[in-house]
Each structure stands twice: as structure tokens, then as C-alpha cells.
């Protein structure tokens, strides 16, 4: 049963993963032709999808009364984009700002939140891969400019494998799953909607 939620959740989405993966940003960082301006601009519109997610998952983490093992402390990536976009040039003032995302997935329910955040936690496997890419030809690094994309650095895998465990606890019943699922196509349909037509 585990190994098919997680078969199903990497099927389902598939088609939604490589979209997400064809955005001018991306692909940008893949032909080495993205400039710095742009890759703020890129990184600005992730703050303005994920400040406001994980606002709500710490509502509905309160509201629960349990995080269920989920530690926003660890977890949230705002504020490392935050670090990111300041060692960028950008002011607490703009940051602040910067236009965030009202169109964001159902994650009131703790099956729907883990879907949401398959997909965030899920990018940080491929984070290690962007930043070595990004470092080939921008003047960033894991210590200035890459704090998102490098969230975990050598705790990369480990702290995937302990949210997978914890999503796996939550995908129980046959409607966790379903959740869960529908969720995680959700989360990234409307995040690549953002990042691919809202202007900064």
C-alpha cells in the first residue's frame, strides 16, 4: 500500500512535473541563458506562491491542534527565498511588497496539506541539481543566492525520506489518498499557472 501511493503520486503528476519544468525559467537555467535579473524575478515569484501557502499551513496546523510531525521551522522556504533575494539586491521593503498568490490549493485538511507539500518538498531533490547548473554560470552560491534551491544541502535526502514517511502516515484511508493525489495536481497546476503568467 505504501509503495502505491507513493507509484500513484509519481504517475499522476507526472505530466504536471515536466510542464512545471518547461517554464521559461526553467529552462532558462537548463540553457545556461537565464541573467541574474531574471533569476530574481524567478525566485520573486516562488516567494509570492509559497509566503502565503505556508501562512495557511500554519493556520490549519493551529487549528488542528497538531502538526502532525511537519515542522514549519524547518520546512518553510520563505524565508530562505527571502535571504536569497536580498543577497540579490532586493529590500526587506520590496520583498514585503511583492505581489502574493491568492489562487492556491485546498490544504485544509492534513491529507491535503501533505499533497500540497509533496510538491514543494519534493523540488528540493531537484534543487541539487539546479544549483550545481545555476553556480556554471551565475555569480551565486549555496551561501549567497542559492539558499532556496539548496534548502537542505547534505540533509537533501534524509529530510525527504522523513516527509515521505510522514505523508505515508497520513495517506491511510482510500480518501487520504485521493486526496492527497488530487492536492499534489492541484499545487502544481496552479504554480506553474503563477510562475508562467503572473508578471513581478
Not at 521551522?73 to 532586493?90: F, T, W, Y
Not at 507539500?117 to 542559492?146: A, H, N, R
Not at 537533501?156 to 522523513?162: L, N, V
Request: proline share 4%.
Amino acid at each position: 500500500m505504501t509503495i502505491e501511493l507513493l507509484d500513484r503520486l509519481r504517475k499522476d503528476t507526472a505530466v504536471y512535473h515536466e510542464q512545471i519544468e518547461g517554464n521559461f525559467y526553467a529552462k532558462g537555467i537548463m540553457a545556461k541563458s537565464l541573467t541574474l535579473d531574471e533569476y530574481r524575478t524567478y525566485l520573486a515569484k516562488f516567494y509570492g506562491f509559497l509566503k502565503p501557502l505556508e501562512q495557511q499551513a500554519v493556520q490549519h496546523m493551529d487549528d488542528l491542534g497538531s502538526n502532525a510531525g511537519f515542522d514549519m521551522n524547518v520546512r518553510a522556504k520563505s524565508p530562505l527565498l527571502e535571504q536569497d533575494l536580498i543577497h540579490l539586491g532586493m529590500t526587506v521593503e520590496e520583498i514585503h511588497q511583492l505581489p502574493l498568490c491568492t489562487d492556491l490549493p485546498d490544504i485544509s485538511t492534513p491529507a491535503r496539506m501533505y499533497g500540497a507539500f509533496y510538491v514543494i518538498e519534493g523540488s528540493t531533490l531537484g534543487g541539487q541539481i539546479i544549483t550545481k547548473q545555476l553556480m556554471k554560470f551565475l555569480p551565486v552560491d549555496p551561501e549567497g543566492g542559492l539558499h532556496y534551491f539548496n534548502a537542505y544541502g547534505a540533509e537533501t535526502r534524509a529530510q525527504w525520506s522523513a516527509f515521505r514517511d510522514l505523508l505515508l502516515q497520513t495517506g491511510v484511508t482510500e480518501d487520504d489518498k485521493e486526496n492527497i493525489i488530487s492536492t499534489a495536481k492541484e499545487t502544481f497546476r496552479l504554480l506553474d499557472l503563477w510562475l508562467s503568467t503572473h508578471p513581478n
